[in-house]
C-alpha cells in the first residue's frame, strides 16, 4: 500500500476541480478534510493518487458527512469503489494479456510467416473470455459482493441519519418542555405604585 503523505485522505486540497459526467462537482478545495484517523488510501504503487482522491472527493460531495460515522461509511464507499474499479481493470488486463499469448503461441506454431498482429482480434479477445470463465467468473462474483457491500454502506447512512433526526427531535421536544415554565405575576411589584 502507498503510504506517502501526498496521497493521505487528509491531504484532499491538492486534488484538481472538476465535474463527472453527472455533473457532481469534484472541487476538493470546498470539502471538509478527511479525518486523519482513517489512515492513508488504498492506493498501490502504480496507481494514480489524484484518481483515488477525485473519487473520494465526489463521495464526500454526495454524502456530506457530518459525524465521525458518516465519515467512516464515505471512506468504505470510496475504498470499495476503487478496490472494484481495480478488478475491473485486472479483469480487462488479464483478458487481453492471455488473448495476447494466445496469438502469440498461435502465430509461433503455425506453418506460415504470418507476422504477429498488432492488434488483437475481437474472435481471440472472445475466445479467451470463454475459456477464461472460471477465472473471469471469480473476479465477477468479487465485483458484485464489493458493490453489494458499497451499496450497504450508502444504506447505512441514509438508515443512521433516520435515528439521528428522530433523535433530534425527541432532544428538541424534551429541551422545549424543559424550557416551558409559567410565570406568575410578581404582585409585591404592585403596591409599589404611586
Known amino acids: ?27 476538493v478545495e470546498t470539502l471538509p478534510k ?4 482513517l489512515g492513508p488510501p488504498p492506493v498501490i504503487d502504480g496507481e494514480d493518487a489524484d484518481a483515488y482522491e477525485q473519487l473520494l472527493a465526489m463521495v464526500i460531495e454526495v454524502v456530506k458527512p457530518v459525524d465521525i460515522m458518516d465519515w467512516f461509511w464515505v471512506r468504505d464507499i470510496a475504498d470499495l469503489q476503487w478496490e472494484i474499479l ?33 492488434k488483437l482480434d475481437i474472435s481471440d479477445v472472445l475466445s479467451v473470455v470463454i475459456h477464461s470463465a472460471e477465472t473471469t467468473g471469480r473476479i465477477e462474483r468479487i465485483v458484485t459482493a464489493m ?17 439521528s433526526s428522530v433523535r433530534s427531535r425527541r432532544a428538541a421536544k424534551q429541551i422545549e418542555d424543559a424550557e416551558f415554565r409559567v410565570i406568575e405575576p410578581n404582585n409585591s411589584a404592585e403596591g409599589h405604585t404611586a
Open 34 to 37: 478527511v479525518p486523519a484517523c
Open 86 to 118: 481495480r478488478l475491473r481493470r485486472a479483469k480487462a488486463n488479464y483478458v487481453e494479456e492471455t488473448a495476447r499469448r494466445a496469438v502469440e503461441a498461435k502465430a509461433l506454431l503455425g506453418d506460415d510467416d504470418t507476422p504477429f498482429p498488432e
Open 147 to 163: 458493490e453489494a457491500r458499497r451499496d450497504r454502506a450508502f444504506r447505512e447512512i441514509e438508515r443512521h441519519r433516520g435515528n
Open 1 to 27: 500500500m502507498r503510504n506517502d503523505q501526498s496521497t493521505n485522505g487528509a491531504e484532499l486540497n491538492g486534488a484538481q476541480a472538476g465535474r463527472n459526467a453527472h455533473g457532481i462537482s469534484a472541487d
